[in-house]
């Protein structure tokens, strides 16, 4: 449950609809996610990390399914349950097959492990990884 609530359209303000409106106009639908509604108690706030958003994971050196991967992968590290969910629906949506959802869970729970490994042993890192 949102500590908040979400606004729906009729609650939210002239400057949260306006980011609402992008939002529909850049995703191509007339969905906004209960994420973006919860934001827009804070209007300012609701535009800078949509701006933000919309930069980094536009499409760039890196494809636009691993932007989706990496996060799902941190947000996995970070134990966020909703963004686990809509970037494994986003990732679906861009093409990641079950098989890759399949081993990027088994990458993440490896890298899990040998962090954990690593700082309980204080393994110092090794001079040549160094940059």
Aim: one cysteine or more; a negative charge.
């Amino acid at each position: 449950m949102a500590t908040l609530g979400l606004l729906d359209d009729a609650s939210a303000g002239p400057d949260a609809l306006a980011v609402f409106d992008d939002i529909r106009a850049v995703r191509g639908n007339d969905y906004v996610n209960n994420f973006w509604r919860a934001l827009a108690h804070d209007p300012a706030l609701l535009e800078a990390i949509w701006s933000r958003l919309k930069q980094v994971m536009a499409p760039g050196a890196l494809d636009p399914l691993v932007k989706e991967m990496v996060y799902v992968a941190v947000s996995v590290a970070n134990g966020c349950e909703y963004c686990i969910h809509s970037h494994t629906a986003a990732a679906k949506a861009k093409g990641m097959t079950e098989a890759q959802h399949a081993e990027l869970l088994a990458v993440i729970g490896m890298a899990s492990q040998t962090n954990a490994l690593a700082t309980a042993l204080g393994v110092e890192v090794d001079a040549r990884f160094k940059v």
